[in-house]
């Protein structure tokens, strides 16, 4: 018997591994959708190059021939031929009207308003020197007698007062002093042209020479026999009411006596003086304070009595307003 070698001895089996287990299955699972798929197509036969991924033929860039591009004609154009000339045709009066609206039916026209002019506002006049305020003298206490007539001229820039607001209503007055308010109140200045009318008592360069001009030619003054003025000299009563009559040109009464008969010394009125005296009388001019039937011809003129005097004949003038006061001597 012969001795045989033993077989040799079987390897032990080595478990599959995780990876080799899913590398199987997925083999099989794409064996059997291969399979799924190709049973879905039997219709069509088995066709391999169908299989996505399986020896599909690259597809080959499609080459549109090229076509030249057909040109498009020209339009030649058409010729402008003038237009027509057509006579001007004159339009109706009746086109020329305008059409008049038709009102709604049932609906009443309303007129249209007619514009009604508005009235240019009167404009407010500007402020004369006749509408300052006047100057509050500290000398003319509220009770003076003159208080009206002062602050009436005052506020016209007629009179005017000293350092202080002092007036000095008693105060005298001088021909050159009376000449420049006469001046003032009356606006007379003297005409282009005309000479100054030289005095020999008058310099040159005194101060009233414009305004004792100015008196003596418009009729208001005179001068003395010899071509003296006396500028200096205070003014009596009787020459401020015969300056006022002759510059107003004041008729004279038929009875220049009678008139000043209302007067207790009418008869210390001067001769020359009568006639023009007794025109002022009767014209409202003489302010006697503080007895009206005591004339005194020929005492100093004040201030205040000069100023009463000037506001009288301003009035008689028309300028200004009459002042009611006592003082006023009454036909």
Do not use: C
Request: hydrophobic share 40%.
């Amino acid at each position: 018997m012969t001795n045989l070698p033993p077989d040799p001895p079987s390897s032990p089996r080595s478990p599959l591994g995780f990876d080799e287990f899913i590398a199987i299955l997925v083999a099989f699972s794409a064996i059997g959708a291969i399979l799924f798929w190709s049973i879905g197509r039997r219709d069509r036969g088995f066709d391999w190059v169908g299989i996505p991924g399986l020896l599909t033929p690259s597809p080959s860039p499609t080459v549109s021939p090229t076509v030249a591009p057909t040109p498009v004609p020209t339009a030649t154009p058409a010729p402008i031929l003038p237009l027509p000339k057509v006579a001007p045709t004159t339009p109706s009066p009746e086109a020329l009207a305008p059409a008049q609206p038709q009102p709604f039916a049932g609906i009443v026209p309303v007129p249209a308003p007619v514009p009604q002019a508005t009235p240019t506002p009167t404009p407010t006049p500007t402020p004369t020197p006749e509408q300052q305020q006047p100057i509050a003298f500290v000398d003319v206490p509220e009770n003076h007698w003159a208080r009206p007539f002062i602050d009436a001229l005052s506020a016209r820039g007629i009179v005017s007062g000293f350092a202080g607001d002092y007036f000095r209503p008693d105060e005298p007055v001088t021909r050159a002093e009376f000449a420049a308010i006469l001046q003032a109140a009356f606006d007379q200045q003297p005409g282009s042209g005309e000479q100054a009318i030289a005095f020999t008592d008058v310099p040159a360069d005194f101060w009233g020479v414009p305004a004792i001009g100015s008196a003596i030619r418009s009729g208001f003054m005179q001068g003395y026999p010899g071509n003296i003025f006396q500028p200096q000299q205070q003014i009596p009563r009787a020459q401020v009411l015969v300056a006022l009559a002759s510059g107003l040109n004041l008729p004279t009464p038929q009875n220049p006596t009678q008139v000043l008969g209302i007067f207790g010394d009418a008869n210390q009125t001067p001769n020359w003086a009568v006639e023009q005296v007794a025109a002022a009388t009767d014209a409202g001019l003489v302010v006697n304070y503080p007895e009206t039937n005591v004339l005194e011809p020929n005492r100093d003129a004040s201030r205040a009595e000069v100023t009463a005097s000037i506001y009288q004949a301003l009035v008689r003038a028309g300028r200004v307003e009459p002042i009611q006061s006592q003082y006023v001597v009454q036909q």
